[in-house]
Structures are given as C-alpha cells and as structure tokens.
C-alpha cells in the first residue's frame, strides 16, 4: 500500500472508520495485505470488501483485510460517505454563484 493512501486511511480510523470490531480469535497474517491481531483486540472497520465477508481494517496502527467470522461487530456498520477531493471540495456557492476559496475547504 503507498504511503499516501496508507495515511488516509488512518486518518479514517481515527475518525472512526465505518464502525468498529472485537478480535474473537487469534488471527495471523496468511498473505500480504491481511491484518494480524490477537483476541479481544480493537479494529476500525474501514469499509467492507468486494469479497463476500471480508472487511479492511486498522488494528494497532496496521491496515489489512480480515475476514469478519474472526470478529464480533459492534453494531451496524455505516454506510461510507464518498467526498470528491480536488477542486470541487474547494468551491461554495453564495447567493447563487460559485466562489472559490485557495487553500480552504469549506
């Protein structure tokens, strides 16, 4: 994973990803990409895979997939949000007209 999205995602999980999950089992990593964790410990749901339950996650600083028959769901998981990036995020609309804004988001 490149640096720049491993960072974004983190900064999802810190605002609490799309919900969150116990550790069931101990659960070591098979391939690359798979997040390891042991029981009892926390992770961020950050969204759920293609892959008929598979889910990625953030546990103890690390991002990968798991599958979730290894976790206990703490409730229902949000839907994400997508947010377009760019040039879009930076324009509002005052009486009617676009304004963009350099630098700001608003």
């Keep these: 994973m490149a640096a720049q ?4 995602w983190t900064r999802f999980a810190a605002k609490g990803g799309v919900g969150r999950c116990t550790a069931t089992v101990d659960c070591v ?4 990409g798979d997040l390891m964790f042991l029981k009892d410990d926390e992770i961020t749901v950050l969204m759920q895979l293609p ?3 598979y889910y990625l996650g953030f546990c103890e600083g690390v991002v990968g997939r798991f599958s979730g028959t290894d976790v206990k769901f703490h409730g229902k998981l949000k839907r994400p949000i997508m ?4 040039s879009l995020a930076s324009i509002t609309v005052v ?3 676009p304004q963009r804004h350099k630098g700001r988001q608003f």
């Design 95 to 97: 009486a009617g007209e």
């Design 83 to 86: 947010a377009k990036r760019g």
């Design 5 to 8: 999205e491993l960072a974004r």
């Design 29 to 32: 990593a098979r391939e690359i």
């Design 51 to 53: 892959e008929t339950g």
